[in-house]
């Protein structure tokens, strides 16, 4: 198992950049592949980027590529959300979530583990 805690969230200005973190417990984080999704308010959650256990690839939602990157650091336990650019309709509840050696998937059912989510407000 593993347990997900996500940080960095905050108000900021359209324009800024924020970086969000996902620390895992557990030894095995490794061997997680790790998503960020996001909420908007009223809205479904949504898949914003995701990064694979063993090679490392990412993939990322269309609204987000080329303003966002995700990252991890296994020795940290730690996926990181480097968000620039920021926009107005960047605004939700980011959460990360984790899955047990899958390949790169956008779907909210294909992950076993989340996060509480961290608010992330941009002001216009």
Known sequence: QVQLVESGGGLVQAGDSLRVSC?????????????????????EREFVAVI????????????????????????KNTVYLQMNSLKAEDTAIYYCAAAWRIRAV???????????????????
């Open 23 to 43: 620390a895992a417990s557990g030894r095995t984080f490794s061997s997680y592949t790790v998503g960020w999704f996001r909420q908007p308010p009223g809205k």
């Open 52 to 75: 694979t256990w063993n090679s490392g690839n990412t993939l990322y939602a269309g609204s987000i590529k080329g303003r966002f990157t995700i990252s991890r650091d296994n020795a």
């Open 106 to 124: 956008t779907t909210t059912l294909n992950y076993d583990y989340w996060g509480q989510g961290t608010q992330v407000t941009v002001s216009s």
